[in-house]
């Protein structure tokens, strides 16, 4: 940055592509957004014959993201992305997180939204890289959670490889694993089946609840349950947790599944 910055200020006219596109990679990874933005921008406008000019695009896009501009102004910018690549891997990319802003972070998704589903389609016998397969199962085991597909999320989950990855990636996973099991456990106890939320509290909470923050509607739901099923040492037990959970931090993201 300190070399492009300084080469900027004592040269005139066009770069070489290769200095715009990595000095706004250089921007992009040190967080200086608003500089990356303008670096790429200008990488596209006259070098949008150049491979990197797709990259360049999903990065605006994700820029434009992060910085949380309008949804509409980031989706078109997505579709830029996923129209103009050349390459297959940004392509898909580009594709992954519009249907993550369109179908999972919106707060009511339409038909049309969920049929870009089909775009998390990554094709027969394509070896991926690890951050791209890794984003693949992130929104794809979302997709099920916020589809109040909970048994098939748990069954998503379970499956991949989270033992092997880094700490917080891993962490990323198994707070959505307990988000899961949340969706179990309120589904049951809204049926009444207040046994099967007990079991699947009692089956998963050292697997995933033991390493979130604290969440009151969990407790308060499997306390509740005990006192249904008048099992009053499983409430009690729950209770002194509930009490002792004030002091600890509240869990508070993800929160996929709607609390009261």
Not at 49 to 70: F, K, N, V, W
Not at 132 to 147: C, I, N, P, T
Request: proline share 2%.
């Amino acid at each position: 940055i300190q070399a492009f910055e300084k080469f900027e200020k004592g040269h005139k006219g066009n770069f070489l592509g290769s200095i715009y596109f990595n000095a706004a990679e250089a921007y992009f990874r040190s967080s200086e957004y608003a500089k990356a933005y303008r670096i790429y921008d200008k990488f596209i406008s006259k070098y949008s014959y150049m491979t990197e000019a797709g990259h360049a695009r999903l990065r605006m896009a994700l820029i434009s993201d992060i910085q949380d501009r309008p949804k509409n102004v980031v989706l078109e910018l997505y579709k830029h992305a996923i129209n103009r690549s050349q390459n297959s891997d940004v392509s898909l990319e580009a594709r992954i997180r519009y249907v993550g802003l369109r179908t999972i972070r919106k707060i009511s998704p339409s038909e049309q939204d969920s049929e870009t589903r089909v775009f998390l389609d990554k094709g027969t016998n394509r070896k991926l890289s690890q951050n791209l397969e890794r984003l693949l199962w992130q929104v794809r085991l979302r997709s099920f959670v916020v589809d109040r597909k909970y048994e098939e999320a748990l069954s998503f989950l379970t499956a991949l490889p989270i033992s092997g990855m880094n700490l917080s990636d891993k962490k990323v996973f198994e707070a959505d694993g307990a988000e899961i099991v949340y969706g179990i456990i309120k589904s049951n106890f809204d049926q009444g089946k207040f046994a099967k939320s007990i079991r699947a509290w009692e089956i998963y909470k050292n697997t995933y609840f033991k390493k979130i923050g604290a969440d009151p509607e969990i407790q308060f739901i499997i306390a509740k349950s005990y006192i249904n099923l008048t099992l009053w040492d499983g409430f009690q037990k729950m209770y002194e947790k509930m009490i002792a959970s004030k002091k600890e931090t509240a869990h508070t993201f993800p929160l996929w599944v709607p609390r009261k």
